[in-house]
T-cell receptor, first 115, second 113 residues
Framework: GESVGLHLPTLSVQEGDNSIINCAYS??????FIWYKQESGKGPQFIID?????DKRQGQRVTVLLNKTVKHLSLQIAATQPGDSAVYFC??????????????FGKGTKLSVKP | GAVVSQHPSRVICKSGTSVKIECRSL??????MFWYRQFPKQSLMLMAT?????????EQGVEKDKFLINHASLTLSTLTVTSAHPEDSSFYIC?????????FGPGTRLTVT
């Protein structure tokens, strides 16, 4: 039978609604967090990042919230559009850049936007 | 923004042959490049860290003699899958870093028949 690991969590939303994608990270020492969007057959695309000394950061139509107490990260997408349909990954790093500390990716959430 | 390319984008090879995948940073010099593997509906798993002019550092469970990494310059790293088997079929993604940012390539779909 299929492994549980082959099923990505899926979030289905109506076009125009807001989306909230959640992520639990593992390392309380992680200093830097990033959200990536990955469309089918493509590499990850940077969306937004946040340092551990912040709890909220806003971009264009996106907001990232960080709760260090419970090691939780969320990505909010306002007015979700069909083009937002993709798999979203959170990633954590010991510090910004990851060049001396590798990115650890979360499991991913598939966002499906219904027109 | 910074651009990372991979070549080829797709490759099909026969079991037992070797395949080379190139990763290039097109408009910047990368201090470090990373190689990831992604199986269907799963997350990216780091395979190895590559620094120009030095040996790659492999993650636990990744066979360094099977996945050969050469980082010839600050803009080019190559991953060679040697004696490929069907279980090596996967999506291979590289990333290149500046001091502060990590940029991902578009990925290479490897299918071993």
């Amino acid at each position: 039978g299929e492994s549980v690991g082959l099923h990505l969590p899926t979030l289905s939303v109506q076009e125009g609604d807001n989306s909230i994608i959640n992520c639990a990270y593992s390392n309380s020492a992680s200093d830097y967090f990033i959200w990536y969007k990955q469309e089918s057959g493509k590499g990850p695309q940077f969306i937004i990042d946040i340092r551990s000394n912040m709890d909220k950061r806003q971009g264009q139509r996106v907001t990232v919230l960080l709760n260090k107490t419970v090691k939780h990260l969320s990505l909010q997408i306002a007015a979700t559009q069909p083009g937002d349909s993709a798999v979203y990954f959170c990633a954590e790093a010991p510090f910004r850049g990851g060049s001396q500390g590798n990115l650890i990716f979360g499991k991913g959430t598939k966002l499906s936007v219904k027109p | 923004g910074a651009v990372v390319s991979q070549h080829p984008s797709r490759v099909i090879c026969k079991s037992g042959t070797s395949v080379k995948i190139e990763c290039r940073s097109l408009d910047f010099q990368a201090t470090t490049m990373f190689w990831y593997r992604q199986f269907p509906k799963q997350s990216l798993m780091l395979m190895a860290t590559s620094n120009e002019g030095s040996k790659a550092t492999y993650e636990q469970g990744v066979e360094k003699d099977k996945f050969l990494i050469n980082h010839a310059s600050l803009t080019l790293s190559t991953l060679t899958v040697t004696s490929a088997h069907p279980e090596d079929s996967s999506f291979y993604i590289c990333s290149a870093t500046t001091r502060y940012e990590q940029y991902f390539g578009p990925g290479t779909r490897l299918t071993v028949t």
